[in-house]
């Protein structure tokens, strides 16, 4: 069998969980926990550094499970976490998270290389020692080199560099801390509670010690850089992950244990090598050091690599020719592409950070952006159980309480580490985000995230309501109105009195009517009204629903509106339909259809429009008579609602009330006590009681008072509707736009 093929068996059966779980554990138990656990004991105390491993991991495992759960969403390929975010979550939600991602990689490569060069601490401590009395005082005489070394081994050989590391170093360290776990106790020989708490006399606050130690927590995904290499991704990295996370968990609290009974709390803060002093030679230590530096270094160097070789690949930099330079892959070796320039690349910002050489700024930036790296995808995993979108389909699923844990701990640390880094970072992934955005049209965002958490959320209520819901209460009436019109692009009245209604106390849906039969073609039609009038819609900032209807007749688009659900969980209680004063086309189906409505428990309206279009928005007039007294209250409601929009807020309204006049006093009397019962802001010298005479038709007395009217309410019978057809409707030139109210039952205005 030829060579290449049996190398590329080998590649097809790949590996399982253990190489995941062990370069995670590697990298969260190795170089940075030796240098600064100790610290970190020795500013708190044994019990407050528990405490610490506590708020760290009450991040680390729910990141560490979300990464899992969208790590099985779909097939894991190159760019590491960031690639697995953005096909899961979309681009635009992606690269703001990878571009801090990236940073922190690159921040933290630089800092396992300065830890490897404290490994030859002893070094030169013998050489100042020595006859030759060299003083070494600048550490980057060893890193720098170091870097180097590893740059061109990762560009020769790729992240076979990791495998071979990982074989030296899992039996190192093994070795290592076995012999120092094992070795006896030099300070305390017996755990007292007076010395749990014990620390140095000037320690650095909790969040303090937290900035500087949270790097140590944050590899737990470091196996990721296996992800191309496993037999069974969807199995091995959640079980990698996760349980390279919880074993870190516990074996932080035995070093933790371990540290506090073999130094006092000032010698865990000065000496950084604490752990080598206490083990027997004391050489394993430093070589532990040295070997999970360079393997963490490595790897964090790669995913750093090969995340900003995605977000070259996404063309979400500035320059095209950057990109393509950036997201090219060297494919001379199938097995083992590699993104090249992209190393070359992040080699410089390394080694600017290397040439920077201050760990305990660095520490601190990177708790920051591991944090909103970490909140964001806790945060997204959280919403995406709410969501409930059927491309979402991990074999892996957290619970969203743990991912809610994680997010919210994340926002509590950053707040309490940096404020104002936090907030500038945070502010330039918003930037991003948006920026983004713009030109990635047609990739998913926060948006649709949202918006698929609002759906479910709406459903929810939707059915929670329907359960729960009762007779309303006559007081607690609110209108919930249904607008049937053909004529949507020739006057706009309709639309606008429902914006009116539903800008705050009431809701409005909108149906454009098609007449005819669903076809391609209609059904095509009612696509694009429905387009134009969503833009409409946005451009007025209503919160009207929008729908279309292809319907052979009113009629029965009438009989389907009436059995429509209410789109806010209240059913509908008023149907509206509308015509043009100067040509009532239509007005004829509208008298034919009333009583349709009446059979009904809903409410009828009838808007006429006029030229004036609801003039200056400044008088509503309402006409009360005794033949149609029930229909007041919902005439005044109405009244009362439309003043509740912006537009009518200077707006005032007029009563007018034709009766006989030996009622005239009781009924003013009447209507005073409705109105102040109600509460409604109507002053009395806007009740005007006119007599009703046998020889004055009573359209002739509305057209001479409220011809300045903006809007004129007037109450009709449905028997008059029966009788007299569209003539109701007519005879009212004299004024400007009028409503027709006719209500199946009086409201109640307290």
């Known amino acids: 069998m030829p060579v290449s093929h049996t190398r590329l068996l080998k590649q097809k059966h790949g590996f399982g969980s253990l190489p995941v779980f062990f370069l995670s554990l590697c990298t969260l138990q190795g170089a ?59 681009i635009t939600v992606g690269v703001p998270i990878g571009i801090t991602l990236y940073m922190a990689q690159t921040i933290l490569t630089a800092l396992y290389l300065i830890a490897f060069s404290r490994a030859f601490q002893p070094f030169f401590d013998y050489l100042l020692a020595s006859p030759l009395s060299i003083y070494v005082y600048d550490y980057r005489v060893a890193s ?65 010690v937290l900035a500087l130690s949270f790097p140590m927590f944050g590899g737990m995904t470091a196996g990721l850089g296996f992800s191309k290499k496993l037999r069974e991704p969807r199995r091995s990295l959640p079980r990698g992950i996760i349980g390279a996370a919880i074993a870190g968990f516990f074996t932080y609290i035995i070093f933790i244990f371990k540290l506090h009974m073999i130094a006092s709390p000032d010698e865990l803060v000065q000496n950084p090598l604490v ?26 160097f790669l995913m750093a690599s090969r995340t900003l070789q995605a977000l070259a690949a996404d063309r979400v930099l500035p320059n095209l020719a950057w990109d393509r330079w950036l997201s090219r892959m060297n494919r001379d070796d199938v097995n083992n592409p590699l993104p090249i320039h992209a190393i070359q690349a992040t080699a410089v910002l390394v080694l600017i950070a290397l040439i920077y050489d201050n760990m305990p700024y660095m520490l601190e930036a990177v708790s920051v952006l591991l944090c909103l790296t970490f909140g964001s995808i806790c945060l997204i995993s959280f919403l995406e159980h709410f969501a409930a979108d059927p491309a979402y389909r991990p074999v892996f699923r957290t619970r969203w309480y743990i991912s809610l844990t994680g997010a919210v701990s994340c926002v509590i640390v950053m707040i309490n580490i940096n404020l104002r880094f936090s ?43 329907q359960k729960v819901r009762k007779e309303p209460e006559a007081e607690h009436w609110r209108p919930s109105i249904i607008c049937i ?39 095509r039609q009612s696509k694009e009204c429905y387009k134009q009038l969503i833009q409409i819609s946005d451009a007025t900032h209503s919160n009207v629903y929008i729908d279309t209807l292809v319907s052979p007749s009113a009629t029965s688009a009438i009989s389907q509106v009436i059995q429509l659900p209410g789109i806010s969980g209240k059913e509908n209680n008023v149907i509206m339909f509308e015509f043009s004063k100067a040509n009532p086309e239509g007005l004829e189906n509208i008298a034919a259809n009333f009583q349709l ?13 006029s030229d004036r279009n609801f003039g200056y928005h400044s008088e509503i007039d309402i006409w009360i ?55 409604l ?26 011809k300045r009217a903006d809007l004129t309410i007037i109450g009709v019978r449905s028997e008059a509707v029966k009788h007299s057809g569209e003539a109701v409707f007519m005879g009212y030139d004299g004024i400007g736009d009028v409503l027709f109210v006719n209500t199946k039952t009086m409201k109640s205005l307290r």
């Open 32 to 90: 940075l926990m030796i240098l600064w656990l100790g610290h970190a004991v020795g500013n708190l105390g044994m019990v407050a550094a528990i405490g610490m491993v506590a708020v760290a991991h009450a991040i680390t495992i729910p990141t560490a499970m979300a990464f899992s759960e969208i790590a099985t969403n779909q097939k894991v390929e190159g760019g590491g976490e960031y690639f697995i975010i953005s096909r899961s979550f979309g």
């Open 485 to 523: 019109s053909t004529h949507s692009f020739d006057r706009v009245s309709g639309f606008q009195f429902l914006r009116w209604i539903s800008y705050k106390y009431g809701f409005g849906t909108y149906i454009h009517l098609i007449e005819g039969y669903l076809s391609k073609e209609t059904h």
């Open 275 to 300: 752990m080598a002093d206490n083990t027997p030679f004391g050489i394993e230590i430093i070589i532990v050091l040295g070997v999970a530096s360079l393997l963490s270094a490595a790897g964090s």
């Open 625 to 679: 008579t005794s033949n149609d007294y029930e229909n007041a209250t919902l005439m005044i409601l109405l009244g009362y609602i439309i003043l509740g929009h912006p537009e009518w807020s200077n707006a005032s309204i007029k009563i007018f009330a034709i009766y006989p006049e030996d009622e005239l006093v009781e009924q003013k009397q009447n209507l005073m006590e409705l109105i102040n019962s109600g509460r």
């Open 423 to 465: 907030l500038l970072v945070l502010v330039l992934m918003i930037f991003t985000y948006l920026l983004v955005s713009r030109y990635q049209h047609r990739k998913q965002g926060l948006s649709a995230i949202f918006q698929g958490v609002i759906f479910q959320l709406s459903r929810t209520l939707q059915i929670f309501l």
């Open 597 to 609: 409505v009446r059979a009904t428990d809903f409410d009828a309206i009838v808007l006429g429009s």
């Open 144 to 208: 720098i080199p170091a870097f180097l070394l590893l740059t061109l081994l990762l560009l020769r050989f790729g992240s076979e560099i990791l495998i071979k590391l990982l074989y030296l170093a899992v039996p190192l360290m093994v070795f290592g801390y076995g012999l120092f776990l094992g070795s006896p106790p030099t300070h305390r020989e017996e755990l007292l509670l007076s010395d749990l708490t014990q620390h140095v006399e000037q320690p650095l606050s909790f969040f303090g």
């Open 681 to 706: 802001p109507i002053s009395p010298s806007n009740i005007e009681l006119i007599p009703q005479k046998e020889n004055v038709d009573t359209k002739t007395i509305i057209n001479q008072k409220s």
